[in-house]
T-cell receptor, first 113, second 113 residues
Framework: GQQLNQSPQSMFIQEGEDVSMNCTSS?????WLWYKQEPGEGPVLLIA?????ELTSNGRLTAQFGITRKDSFLNISASIPSDVGIYFC?????????????FGQGTILTVHP | ETGVTQSPTHLIKTRGQQVTLRCSSQ?????VSWYQQALGQGPQFIFQ???????GRGNFPPRFSGLQFPNYSSELNVNALELDDSALYLC????????????FGQGTRLTVV
């Protein structure tokens, strides 16, 4: 089945640093979503991307839908302690699979004050 | 506007028992999807319900079943529980069958002993 490879698996950074993480798929996706999950909570939607090449921002977060439609990137600028959590990419290939989100394994982000 | 709510938040069951988890979708959403999230993993798609009918299913055995009600709330039923069913079960609601911008509840933590 489809798999999303998300990297890095974990990151330990200092407050104020920028963060980059990415996600690659073995097949073409027509929607990419980025979620953040904190302990004991469900994932919270951060950014949704719908078109190849699209670059979308949400505050200090910026995400891009890769031109090949097989990858996506999330950047966090000037990190703060509340950015701590697990970040997941998710996508759907559309067509008959439009109802199913495939998730990456997650990137665990730790921010040291 | 009310968000996605799930009940119960925690549950302990014995192997072989049956369990029912409940989800109220976000106001205005007509589609509910269920996901299983094992510890340290990304969520895995179980199935989706749209207008009270199953609309896509992931790689889960038939002992995982569901229902959607006219008010778009949903139930996930798992029969003959196995130890490996221990996980966080997440419900996500969205509008229409295209699962973009799916919003998640806080999840139900199921422990099978």
């Amino acid at each position: 089945g489809q798999q999303l490879n998300q990297s890095p698996q974990s990151m330990f950074i200092q407050e104020g640093e920028d963060v980059s993480m990415n996600c690659t798929s073995s097949s073409i996706f027509n929607t990419w979503l980025w979620y953040k999950q904190e302990p004991g909570e469900g994932p919270v939607l951060l950014i949704a991307l719908y078109k190849a090449g699209e670059l979308t921002s949400n505050g200090r977060l910026t995400a891009q839908f890769g031109i090949t439609r097989k990858d996506s990137f999330l950047n966090i600028s000037a990190s703060i302690p509340s950015d701590v959590g697990i970040y997941f990419c998710a996508g759907t290939p559309g067509g008959t699979s439009y109802g199913k989100l495939t998730f990456g394994q997650g990137t665990i982000l730790t921010v040291h004050p | 506007e009310t968000g996605v709510t799930q009940s119960p938040t925690h549950l302990i069951k014995t192997r072989g028992q049956q369990v029912t988890l409940r989800c109220s979708s976000q106001s205005g959403h007509n589609t509910v999807s269920w996901y299983q999230q094992a510890l340290g993993q990304g969520p895995q798609f179980i199935f989706q319900y749209y207008r009270e009918e199953e609309n896509g299913r992931g790689n889960f055995p038939p002992r995982f079943s569901g229902l959607q009600f006219p008010n778009y709330s949903s139930e996930l039923n798992v029969n003959a529980l196995e130890l490996d069913d221990s996980a966080l079960y997440l419900c996500a609601s969205s509008f229409a069958r295209v699962n973009t911008e799916a919003f998640f509840g806080q999840g139900t933590r199921l422990t099978v002993v």
